[in-house]
């Protein structure tokens, strides 16, 4: 069966460029969340939509992060003008429904490298 | 705000072992759900167990084991005669019912390692 999945596995990026990572939920979940996993953490959340809805960005770091899911499927996260701390695996995702009990899956992550 | 800690960074095990790793969560919600999850090598998080705060009892699926100790703010996990494939990163995971929220507050991961 089809899991999160999430593209591209591994993005480079100068400092300074824009880049754009996408999410793709397990099909009918309502939830999707963002998370950051800088090495050897634990993921840290960094926004949540319930549907097309932003309900939670309270952990994006910068106003450089931005995140969409404009018709409540796929969702794009966003870093612009990239720095080297925004270095990191970020992950992706998803729940069935919008319950703080339910389970969420997770795609294998994006790992950003930021030169 | 919630917080969790897994003070153990990393454990070391000789196959067939059994191996308990610690986590300690805080927070100020009577309703919280707690979650271990494994990551692999590979990266991918994997879902191993759900407990919700008025559910203190132990549980067991095969290998694995939890102990949930609400006057310890305790949740421990136990891998029973382990084996090598149980090397992964190990996950402690909070979530509160208050609000509209619904993320995951993780701790820090304790990296086990199982040698033949």
């Known amino acids: 069966g089809a899991g999160v999945s999430q593209s591209p596995r591994y993005k480079v990026a100068k400092r300074g460029q824009d880049v754009a990572l996408r999410c793709d939920p397990i099909?009918?979940?309502?939830?999707l969340f963002w998370y950051q996993q800088a090495l050897g953490q634990g993921p840290e959340f960094l926004t949540y939509f319930q549907n097309e809805a932003q309900l939670d960005k309270s952990g994006l770091p910068s106003d450089r992060f931005f995140a969409e899911r404009p018709e409540g499927s796929v969702s794009t996260l966003k870093i612009q003008r990239t720095q080297q701390e925004d270095s990191a695996v970020y992950l992706c995702?998803?729940?069935?429904?919008?319950?703080?009990?339910?389970?969420?899956?997770f795609g294998p992550g994006t790992r950003l490298t930021v030169l | 705000a919630q917080k969790v800690t897994q003070a153990q960074t990393e454990i070391s095990v000789v196959e067939k072992e059994d191996v308990t790793l610690d986590c300690v969560y805080e927070?100020?919600?009577?309703?919280?759900?707690l979650f271990w999850y494994k990551q692999p090598p590979s990266g991918e998080l994997v879902f191993l167990i759900r407990?919700?705060?008025?559910?203190?009892q132990n549980e067991i699926s095969g290998r694995y084991s939890w102990n949930f100790q609400k006057s310890t703010s305790s949740f421990n996990f136990t891998i029973t005669a382990s084996q090598v494939v149980d090397s992964a990163v190990y996950f402690c995971?909070?979530?509160?019912?208050?609000?509209?929220?619904?993320?995951?507050?993780f701790g820090s991961g304790t990296q086990l390692t199982v040698l033949p």
């Open positions: 995971a909070l979530s509160e019912a208050a609000g509209s929220a619904r993320q995951l507050t």
């Open positions: 407990r919700n705060s008025f559910d203190e």
């Open positions: 927070t100020r919600d009577t309703t919280y759900y």
């Open positions: 099909s009918g979940h309502v939830s």
């Open positions: 995702a998803s729940s069935l429904a919008n319950r703080v009990d339910n389970e969420q899956f």
